[in-house]
């Protein structure tokens, strides 16, 4: 089976999403391949979910460019596609005229990247801003743009405006060969997938991780990539949500963050060490320097109350700390979208807004269908509504008002929604990433079985076929009794 | 010939929450086979010494378990034998109980399944089920 | 220059969300929670209870084995034969029942207009509704330490479960969750575990503790392992989850005195399932948003001795306070809770004004006391754990440093909640001395 579009989207992390978005707007179709049974598996999952505001890149990077960017876009992506995104504003702490050398560097590089409203504030402002900040920190960087988001949530509703607008989304497919016909043909390049082959006019390669290896099936660009591994450290709800707060960076890291979630955690982010491609598991060393690094920014962190802990690769490209974004010098109609690490999340829709820059200056034809809608409608959140929109939900359906997951306040009808929605979750993880069941203190402990009755009701299935996550991740067997 | 050998065992009697810890002297036969419980010291009331003794002979125990459910607003029934049987017979009770399926409503106390396995203890229900 | 989403829904005119008055709310239908409602009821109050699932019994549900009842019955029971036991004399009251119904918060929606009356803000399939009641009983029980909390490292694969999910699929869902386990935690429920397990058809492959010693009851180590030959390695725990879709093996590795693991002691444990049996935590997140101040040890409510927390009106009792090991225990303490509850919201308890504020504090190996507070000059029941498990110590009663009881020598056990008798006589000792706070120590003693 062969389907056949105007552009195809290698990889449905963040940065695929989001490119899927922009370029839906136009009278072209579209399809985005993920190897994945769903969307942001890769390296949009294992992320702090952080809207950096832009003065950490050095001046004159892609990174640079799209970040600042990035961030300043994330407003208006967030009020049309209907996702949470706090613009708290951030701090990078110093603890001694060493730091505050440094981070004067980063104002200046922030000035130059075009980063609004920062300043060096000291001890007062800082604990007005920020109360729970280490009192031994002597000046910090004030930085009014940064925000954050949950980064899974970005990537869902982007996509899911793009389908809206006619885009077309392969899950577990997996690109196992290029076939790029002589340039002039009206679909060159040929993908083969263990879903069935895709044949496209234009390709834009966004897979993260596994970005080099699409470059080199395609004949294009020979590079290598680099598995930076970070742990990553989530704390239950407080009640009042943390300000993102930084150390002053390393050469290779931001170092150990603390931040807020648009859920009202707090998440550490990121260890950062070079390891084996594909590997995600936390190890003691990371998980306890994340606590460590924690407690310097905050001391009064509860570090007992991890929900959660995980790990994942940043894929950097070897001898780079740079972005790759534009068209193959080798492979013409081939787009690269590779090497999307920090700040990949914070510049997504301006690696978007830049893909679009890029495509026009190929002489790719974009015209602005008239159809075209920005908005996509988010789902019902029953744990945010009010009392009254709570009383009208369970009127329209009592499966509002069967709570399932408890932890989060997550009840059927919302679950049974993540589930039917397109894309929708085709696994527990799926459904705890759209709508937090199983995301809470728990940890699935109390509604897993739930969930997985649900699962196999909805998607017409047996509980034993239901899945964690990906192929492979059963959850149980088959029944104990009533058997011969 | 004689080839019995006397061994000595600690183990604690489980008869009540004291959970006193016995020690017991035991002569077994060439097969391992118990032939005498020789002495039981350790417990502080009588019923250690019966433990000891039906232990040592044959281990009783009361076996839990569920049996499914059709017809009822739960896919189990939990059930239990009435009283202890033959530690040795619950792995043939399971094998037993896996296949039976029975029809809601059911009651507290209901029998399951009349004198399991030749024991003369009945498998009976431990919840109603609707 | 925060730029939050607008959840703002335009719902034209709120109708108001339709309210019962009770006596006494009891959260929570488990052990704790009947106990509580049925002691207030038999004290005169009109009572409801709120239940999220759609039985009552709580987690009594799916403990089908026996073990319990030997103190409150002077019978061996099952969990189910436990709870169906007080569910039968719920039934046979006019206790109102809201099953299916989750409690979102108390006093969190709309003030009530007088404010001695608490607010349960409740969901059902039936729609939202408010309870009010003069009191509230916290009756919610416990939830599992999870794999994140002991950071426990390595990948994220399907297999891992906290016990008493793996209890729920095999013993509830009839969903058989693996077939060859490695079970962490040697407390109650992973030996029961580990005997379900095996009676199951699914291979134990062993049961790994962190501690030097078994953390259950004798009676479940020789009943749940020696029976089935399932062995049990001490001072081992679980140092690396293995395997990217389903798990695939686990790496344990031996721990030292300090409990770290010794490096060069890792083998790895082929298994397609790990059961974590670490541990209970009282799930107080419906207390604290309602202002309840909670002790740091037990992660429960800091309590008077009639259970009171220090929100007036709301009490609290069972697993939601402390974490018991015998459901009898929690049946006593919630027919104290829900007796005090009744005399509070009909006026019919002591007088309003204290006697006394007495803190109690732990000492020695006693790792809480409870109550937190005492404002009576009355017998009061102390209950305590200790730390680690000793041959000899004894309680000692201390104020203002001077010993006011000691108690006999005899072994502890973490393992076993400890109640203690704390006569009138002593604390009116403590407030002659001027005291503010009681310590309760437990030392051991040194060996000869």
Known sequence: ?484 | MSTNATETLQFNCTTCPSECLLTVEVERDANGAVVEVRSVTGNNCPRGDKFAHQELTCPMRVLTTTVAVSGGDEALLPVRTAEAIPLELHAQAMALIRGLVVNAPIRMGDVVLKDLLNTNINLIASMDIE | MAEFKSNAIDCGVVEAVQTRAFDVAVIGGGPAGMAAALAAHKAGARVAIVEREQHLGGILRQCIHPGFGLSHFKQELTGPEYAQRFIDKVHATDIALFLNSMVLGIDSGEPAEDTAVHTVTLMSPAGMLQLTGRAVVLAMGCRERTRSEIKIPGSRPAGVFTAGLAQRYINIENLKPGSRAVILGSGDIGLIMARRCTLEGISVEGVYELMPYANGLRRNVKNCLDDFGVPLHLSTTVTRVIGHDRLEAVEVSQVDERLAPIPGTERIIPCDTLLLSVGLIPENELSVAAGVELDPRTRGAVVDQSLQTGVPGIFACGNVLHVHDLADNVTTESERAGAAAAAYALGTGAGAVPDCELTVSPAGIAGYALPGRITAVALTKLNFRVRRPVDAARVRILAGGVELFAGKVRPFKPSVMESFPLPAKVIKQALDLGASKIVLSVDPIEEA
């Open chain 1, 1 to 484: 089976m062969t389907e056949t579009f105007d552009i195809a989207i290698v990889g449905a992390g963040i940065t695929g999403c989001a490119i899927a978005r922009q370029l839906a707007r136009f009278d072209l179709s579209i399809c985005v391949v993920e190897a994945a049974n769903d969307i942001a598996l890769g390296a949009s999952k294992a992320n702090g979910g952080l809207v950096h505001a832009g003065y950490d890149p050095t001046p004159g990077t892609v990174k640079a460019q799209v970040n600042a960017r990035g961030c300043e876009l994330y407003g208006t992506w967030a009020q049309e596609l209907g996702f949470l995104f706090c613009r708290t504003g951030s701090m990078v702490l110093g603890f001694n005229d060493e730091d505050r050398a440094h981070l004067e560097q980063l104002r200046r590089n922030g000035y130059v990247n075009g980063v609004p409203e920062q300043s060096i504030v000291g001890p007062d402002r800082i604990h007005e801003l920020e109360p729970r900040a280490s009192a031994d920190a002597t000046c910090a960087l004030w930085c009014p743009s940064t925000g954050f988001v949950d980064p899974f949530e970005v990537a869902i509703a982007a996509l899911e405006n793009a389908i809206a607008n006619g885009a077309t989304f392969m899950r577990s497919a997996t690109v196992e060969a290029i076939e790029v016909a002589s340039s002039g043909d009206d679909a060159r390049f040929t993908l083969a997938t263990p879903a069935g082959n895709v044949r496209c006019r234009y390709l834009i390669n966004a897979a993260g991780n596994g970005a080099a290896d699409i470059s080199h099936m395609a004949g294009a660009e020979e590079f290598q990539m680099v598995w930076r591994q970070g742990n990553i450290v989530v704390l239950d709800k407080e009640p009042r949500t943390l300000m993102p707060l930084y150390p002053v960076p390393t050469p290779v890291s931001k170092g150990v963050i603390v931040t807020g979630t648009v859920h009202g955690n707090t998440v550490i982010t990121a260890t950062a060490a070079v390891r084996e491609p594909g590997d995600t598991q936390t190890y003691a060393s990371d998980v306890n320097a994340l606590l460590t690094g924690a407690h310097k920014l905050v001391p009064d962190l509860d570090t007992r109350r991890v929900v959660r802990a995980f790990a994942g690769g940043r894929p950097v490209i070897q001898g780079t700390n740079d972005f790759f974004i534009g068209q193959s010098a080798v492979v013409p109609g081939l787009f690269q979208a590779a090497g999307i690490q920090s700040p990949g999340v914070a510049s997504a829709p301006a690696i978007a807004e830049r893909m679009e820059l890029v495509m026009r200056e190929a002489g790719v034809e974009l015209h602005e269908r008239a159809d075209w809608n920005p908005i996509r409608r988010e789902p019902d959140d029953f744990d945010r509504a009010p009392l009254a929109r709570k009383e009208e939900l369970i009127e329209s359906d009592p499966a509002w008002g069967q709570i399932v997951c408890r932890c989060e306040t997550v009840p059927e009808a919302e679950i049974v929604a993540a589930i039917r929605r397109q894309p929708g979750a085709v696994s527990v993880e799926g459904v705890k990433r759209r709508c937090r069941a199983g995301m809470g203190r728990c940890q699935s402990g109390f509604c897993q079985s739930r969930l997985v009755t649900i699962l196999a009701r909805e998607l017409g299935c047996d509980p034993s076929e239901v899945l964690l996550e990906d192929a492979g991740s059963w959850l149980v067997e088959g029944p104990l009794k009533g058997v011969r």
